[in-house]
């Protein structure tokens, strides 16, 4: 039953009979086969098949998957319980999006590590939709955002202010602009409406890469305050160039280390 509860998870994230077996490893027939077994020892349809690999879900599926995904939880509670004399380390999977993943989240990990010698941790960086939908998939514990998504179940607070400057050359006709989903990429559209610019535009969907360019003379950009290196010139732009930075997170976190996890990472933002 596991296994085949492995496979609709996959199937029902893809979306895709083929996407699902590539993910799992197995061929294309041996998923509709687990399919097909699972919907009949449950008696109900999981899937509607709109073309050969194209499919939606039923209501019978999301109520499946939801459950699932608390069941996964529980499912790894268990082993970590089982395994505590042999293994006696919790993973604890945090996911930021790329601001907070390079400038912030590197302070915070010197408070966690010493606090929690007996966890493993492990780090992912995504944009903000991405951070947000490994959260909501119980792909990750806990996650830093840099937009004010809707998040639905998912708790999300505010916890730190992020200032964004005007950085580089502004003789230079080039902007160096991130990604459309990226957190800065609304303040860089605004900016250009605000001074009527009609820019020549390279998108470079990294803080990094961006920071190496502006320090060899190469375009301009609207960037992070705390990006910024001694060899990039830059100045400041209205109150309205302040965004905030939010910590987001499951509502039901069963695993004791974790609970006390997030209740250190919420203090730790409250303080500052």
Same mark, same amino acid.
């Given at each position: 039953?596991?296994?085949?509860?492995? +496979?609709?998870?996959?199937?029902?994230? $893809?979306?895709?009979?083929?996407?699902? =077996?590539?993910? /799992?490893?197995?061929?294309?027939?041996?998923?509709?086969?687990?399919?097909?077994?699972?919907?009949?020892?449950?008696?109900?349809?999981?899937?509607?098949?709109? *073309?050969?690999?194209?499919?939606?879900? $039923?209501?019978?599926?999301?109520?499946?998957?939801?459950?699932?995904?608390?069941?996964?939880?529980?499912?790894?509670? $268990?082993?970590?319980?089982? *395994? $505590?004399?042999?293994?006696?380390?919790?993973?604890?999977?945090?996911v930021a999006s790329n601001t907070f993943a390079v400038y912030y989240l590197p302070e915070l990990m010197a408070q966690l590590i010493p606090e929690f010698p007996h966890v493993s941790f492990v780090l992912e960086m995504e944009n903000s939709e991405e951070v947000l939908d490994k959260?909501?998939?119980?792909?990750?514990?806990? *996650?830093?955002?840099?937009?004010?998504?809707? +998040?639905?179940?998912?708790?999300?607070?505010?916890?730190? =202010?992020?200032?964004?400057?005007? =950085?580089?050359?502004?003789?230079?006709?080039?902007? /160096?602009?991130?990604?459309?989903?990226?957190?800065?990429?609304?303040?860089?559209?605004?900016?250009f409406l605000e001074h009527n610019i009609t820019p020549q535009t390279m998108i470079v969907k990294n803080n990094e890469m961006i920071v190496r360019c502006l320090e060899r003379g190469v375009g301009q950009s609207i960037l992070s305050k705390r990006a910024l290196t001694e060899k990039i010139k830059w100045h400041s732009l209205s109150q309205e160039y302040q965004r905030s930075f939010y910590f987001i997170k499951g509502q039901h976190i069963e695993s004791i280390q974790l609970r006390e996890i997030d209740l250190f990472i919420t203090s730790y933002y409250r303080k500052k």
């Open positions: 039953m596991f296994k085949l509860l492995k +496979t609709f998870r996959a199937v029902y994230e $893809t979306k895709n009979f083929s996407k699902a =077996a590539e993910r /799992l490893f197995i061929s294309q027939p041996a998923v509709s086969n687990q399919i097909k077994q699972l919907e009949e020892e449950l008696d109900i349809q999981l899937f509607d098949r709109n *073309g050969r690999q194209e499919i939606s879900t $039923t209501k019978q599926a999301d109520i499946l998957y939801h459950h699932l995904l608390n069941l996964s939880d529980d499912w790894e509670d $268990t082993l970590q319980a089982l *395994g $505590t004399q042999a293994t006696p380390r919790e993973t604890c999977k945090i959260i909501e998939k119980h792909q990750a514990h806990f *996650g830093f955002i840099e937009k004010p998504l809707i +998040t639905g179940t998912i708790i999300r607070e505010e916890i730190l =202010a992020d200032e964004l400057v005007h =950085a580089g050359d502004p003789s230079e006709a080039l902007w /160096l602009v991130r990604e459309e989903n990226s957190g800065v990429f609304h303040y860089t559209e605004r900016y």
